[in-house]
Nanobody, 119 residues
Framework: QVQLVESGGGLVQAGGFLRLSCAAS????????MAWFHQAPGKAREFVAR????????YYADSAKGRFTISRDNAVNTVYLQMNSLKPEETAVYYC????????????WGQGTQVTVSS
């Protein structure tokens, strides 16, 4: 059974930083690209960042470029999202997800971790 468990969310002031983690189990981790999405209240879930199975390629939403960094450690089946210079509008639940390498089949999702950015 696939499990994705996010952690690291919390309350931070605008301009601050957080590092999210997502521990995966139940699949061969390095067969999958990993991604982060977020969902603000009343809004649709949105893509934030993605990393290839080897970690050699990363992709970001325009809003995240230059401030967020996605990384992974295949030895411990964990993906990270370093978020710097956070903005109040980035208050949301952040979700970790996985897809077979090179595809867009986000079948499995974590329970999410709340990020609140105060102004």
């Amino acid at each position: 059974q696939v499990q994705l468990v996010e952690s690291g969310g919390g309350l931070v002031q605008a301009g601050g930083f957080l590092r999210l983690s997502c521990a995966a189990s139940g699949r061969t981790f390095n067969n999958y690209d990993m991604a982060w999405f977020h969902q603000a209240p009343g809004k649709a879930r949105e893509f934030v960042a993605r990393i290839s199975r080897s970690g050699g390629s990363t992709y970001y939403a325009d809003s995240a470029k230059g401030r967020f960094t996605i990384s992974r450690d295949n030895a411990v089946n964990t993906v990270y999202l370093q978020m710097n210079s956070l903005k109040p509008e980035e208050t949301a639940v952040y979700y970790c997800t996985m897809t077979p390498a090179g595809m867009n089949q986000y079948t499995y999702w974590g329970q999410g971790t709340q990020v609140t950015v105060s102004s």
